[in-house]
């Protein structure tokens, strides 16, 4: 769903940036809570570059169009809402100047609908879900699964209104609506299962690196008498040593599995327009569409320029992408958490994490 340059007015494109501007520096005042751990730069790091990874798998949805991953909800739950923001902001950075992926005058278009809708949305269904629902990890994983299948279409709907007051070409509202919720109700799914599947394996491992789960703890039960009752309760266990509780590996691992996606499985991606980029061809939306200014990026297109190698070429633009992702993000977030506020050490709380 990346908005390129001329699909909204100048005006518009500009309140946007403001919008966004406001958005990522309220976001940098609220993860410096979230980025409370040691660990938590890194990983936050991490996030972001996975999901840079998993952008570039496009999946076919219907007759001629795929989608992607927007991320908002995947961020939020493994990081946090306000940390969650800042990551989606950083891909869309990088894939907007180094790979002329996303208009630069509509950045702030593009960090408003992907990064902010989605991600408060997201949240605030995962939040409200998880309250009601019992507290497990199976719970949990369905509630980022419903989350992330809201947030698509929120963020379809958000684009809308926005094209609705700065559109550049004249299409009624209802058809550009219509058509934009109904095929990402479909990329919705497909976000849904991804978001579901990548939560659901971070639990299963490791829940305390999950913000969605902190304070996961299901009840040990034992069946008696045909019927299942808790057990009693095990006595405290000492801390465990820094060893057990390094994250190096869930670190490395992945690391591992971006660039897995993007320099090898991102050649088997859909090649078929996006569901932003077929409902503009379709109704009209892109006849005022503007060449990027970074068309002459070496990495344009995802693809190294003077690799003839189709393979080989999107193959180095992804690691290279992943490599300064999780580069670039993870010193943002490093530069975010050394200007926390110390506490008082009367009100100093123990780190769930």
Not at 44 to 57: E, K, P, S, T
Not at 112 to 120: A, D, K, P, Q, R
Request: charged content about 15%; proline content about 5%; hydrophobic content about 55%.
């Amino acid at each position: 769903m990346h908005v390129p340059d001329g699909f909204i007015n100048a005006p518009v494109s500009a309140v946007a940036g403001v919008v966004a501007a406001g958005a990522v520096a309220v976001s940098l005042r609220g993860a410096r809570r979230e980025l409370g751990g040691e660990r938590a730069a890194p990983l936050a790091g991490l996030v972001a570059a996975f999901i840079f990874a998993v952008q570039m798998l496009n999946f076919p949805v219907a007759a001629g169009t795929s989608g992607h991953l927007l991320g908002g909800a995947l961020a939020a739950i493994l990081v946090g809402p306000w940390t969650g923001v800042l990551c989606i902001a950083v891909v869309l950075l990088m894939q907007g100047i180094l790979f002329a992926d996303g208009g630069l005058t509509a950045l702030g278009v593009n960090i408003t609908v992907m990064g902010v809708v989605t991600t408060v949305v997201a949240y605030v269904v995962f939040r409200g879900l998880t309250r009601v629902l019992p507290r497990t990890r199976r719970s949990t994983t369905v509630a980022s699964f419903v989350a992330a299948l809201v947030s698509v279409p929120a963020a379809a709907v958000a684009f809308t209104l926005v094209y609705a007051v700065g559109g550049t070409t004249d299409v009624p509202f209802v058809k550009v609506l219509t058509a934009m919720t109904g095929v990402h109700v479909l990329i919705g799914i497909g976000e849904a299962a991804i978001t579901a599947l990548t939560v659901g394996a971070v639990i299963a491992v490791r829940p305390d690196l999950v913000h969605g789960a902190r304070g996961l703890a299901a009840p040990l039960k034992l069946r008696v008498d045909g019927e299942l009752v808790d057990a009693p309760a095990a006595p405290a266990s000492p801390p465990a040593p820094a060893a057990a509780r390094s994250t190096r590996k869930v670190w490395a691992t992945g690391l591992a599995a971006a660039l897995l996606l993007a320099g090898v499985v991102s050649f088997y991606a859909s090649a078929n327009p996006d569901g932003l980029e077929k409902v503009a061809a379709d109704k009209g939306i892109d006849e005022k569409v503007q060449e990027h200014d970074a068309a002459g990026s070496p990495l344009a297109d995802y693809g190294v320029k003077d690799i003839s190698d189709a393979r080989v070429s999107g193959g180095l633009a992804g690691v290279i992408g992943v490599g300064v992702t999780v580069a670039v993000g993870s010193g943002v977030f490093w530069a975010v958490r050394r200007r926390r506020t110390p506490e008082a050490p009367h009100s100093r709380t123990t780190e769930s994490v």
